[in-house]
């Protein structure tokens, strides 16, 4: 094996091959080796002679923008506003810019009618702002021409181009790398991956995304924006593969802000937030609720490390102990609110806490509330095994536990596959029944 080792550096090492090409006359390869040799002898000496680096420094180093530091809303691109406004105009043609501040018009109507926005047409107003703003933010999407699956990309290529907004082949780790290296060259890449479970296929690259800011000490930025369609919703009937809790696969991934909305206010605060954030960040959005309307107000940015109170239990409720916190996200916001519906006819009610922001966890919303009820439920769209969930119970459980009158209750997907036959996944997926009952089997 020692053998093969040797003859492999040999036969395939790269600077001997050059400097048997027909290349290496082009140079000269001994003052080059030379040089090169001059180059690592100095940053030797740098390394020997600098003292070691702080032990909190990886801990620092998690975040290019550290957590709730930043005002979205004040920041502007790189080369400043005037400058972007001429770039923009300079390479956008007139006429396309006009048609698209009409589009970006129409959508903003749309926020603000009786009738709402959907989730999708949410996220598509606020990537047009964005890009129409920064000419630095580019797009990356399969189906991107044609608005992919729920229109979140709609109108970037044909206002942009080509080299602005990609129409992707199908190959999730090949656009993730490229919008990688994007991000590390100061671009603001947004990809979206039609269905979230399909960033699988790019997890070497997001890993990469996550970690490269503290890698290279501090040297490179990584404003990189995923976002994606996914979650587990009752009676999806997509089955396993599209059914995956992709949220909780990345849950592990340093250097990522990640952030679910099941709403369109939530989701058009979140990616504008997001996007405009130095680091990489992964914003999830409901499946089956991607065409839900409701209202929104627009230029609003939403914090990328709060969770959201959607309910809060009467007070009445809290007096008499009928009253429990429930964190959920995705489509267990929906049917959390279905839930209280029920549980109010009954005397019960519920804190509903939707989980905005999953990482970083926002310690302080959660205690606010189980100061009030001391119990809690989590309505999960993942395993029980290494799911959101865990994640959350485990958090609770070392950092509130005395707030705590009962065991967490984790309402969660088990350790199988989601099956497609309704009847099956009835077993594995959580929905609003099982919170009621949960509800009062803790009060």
């Excluded at 957590?67 to 300079?90: F, H, I, N, Q």
């Excluded at 991107?144 to 970037?156: F, H, K, M, V």
Aim: proline residues 6%.
């Amino acid at each position: 094996r020692k053998d093969e080792k040797r003859w492999a550096r040999a036969a395939c090492d790269p600077i001997k091959i050059f400097e048997e090409s027909s290349d290496a006359a082009r140079v000269d390869v001994e003052e080059c080796t030379k040089r090169a040799k001059e180059e690592v002898r100095k940053a030797l000496e740098f390394a020997n002679a600098s003292p070691p680096p702080p032990p909190t420094l990886a801990a620092e180093l998690e975040y290019p923008d550290p957590t709730g530091t930043v005002d979205y809303s004040k920041r502007e691109p790189e080369m400043g506003l005037a400058k972007a406004e001429e770039v923009t105009a300079a390479t956008v043609p007139a006429e396309t810019l006009t048609a698209l501040k009409g589009r970006i018009d129409a959508l903003r109507a749309m926020a603000s009618a009786p009738t709402g926005i959907s989730i999708g047409d949410a996220v598509n107003l606020a990537i047009l702002e964005e890009m129409v703003r920064d000419p630095t933010c580019v797009a990356h999407a399969e189906d991107l021409q044609a608005g992919s699956s729920y229109n979140i990309p709609a109108n970037t290529q044909q206002a942009f181009g080509t080299l602005r907004a990609a129409d992707e082949i199908i190959d999730e780790g090949h656009f993730i790398g490229k919008a990688l290296g994007e991000a590390m060259n100061g671009y603001r890449p947004v990809v979206e991956l039609m269905n979230a479970n399909f960033g699988i296929y790019g997890m070497a690259e997001l890993s990469s995304a996550g970690n490269t800011y503290a890698t290279t000490g501090g040297q490179f930025n990584m404003p990189m924006t995923v976002i994606g369609a996914g979650g587990t919703a009752p009676n999806q009937s997509l089955g396993a593969e599209h059914s995956q809790p992709f949220h909780a696969y990345i849950m592990g991934i340093p250097g990522l802000k990640i952030c679910s909305a099941s709403k369109p206010q939530e989701a058009y605060g979140l990616a504008k937030s997001m996007i405009r954030d130095n680091g990489p960040g992964v914003l999830l959005l409901p499946v089956k609720l991607m065409k839900t309307r409701g209202p929104l107000t627009v230029d609003n940015f939403l914090p990328l490390h709060k969770a959201t109170l959607q309910h809060e239990a009467s007070d009445d409720a809290i007096a008499r102990g009928k009253a429990v916190t429930v964190l959920t996200y995705l489509h267990g916001t929906k049917e959390s609110e279905d839930a209280i519906e029920i549980l109010k006819t009954e005397g019960y009610d519920v804190d509903l806490i939707e989980l905005t922001c999953l990482k970083p966890f926002d310690k302080e919303t959660v205690e606010t509330s189980l100061k009030r009820t001391h119990k809690l439920a989590i309505l999960d769209e993942s395993t029980r095994s290494g799911g959101v969930g865990a994640t959350m119970s485990a958090l609770i459980a070392e950092t509130l536990f005395d707030e705590l009158d009962a065991p967490v209750l984790r309402l969660c997907m088990e350790d199988a596959p989601v099956p497609y036959a309704t009847e099956m996944e009835k077993e594995m997926v959580k929905r609003a029944s099982d919170l009621v009952a949960g509800v009062k089997s803790m009060c």
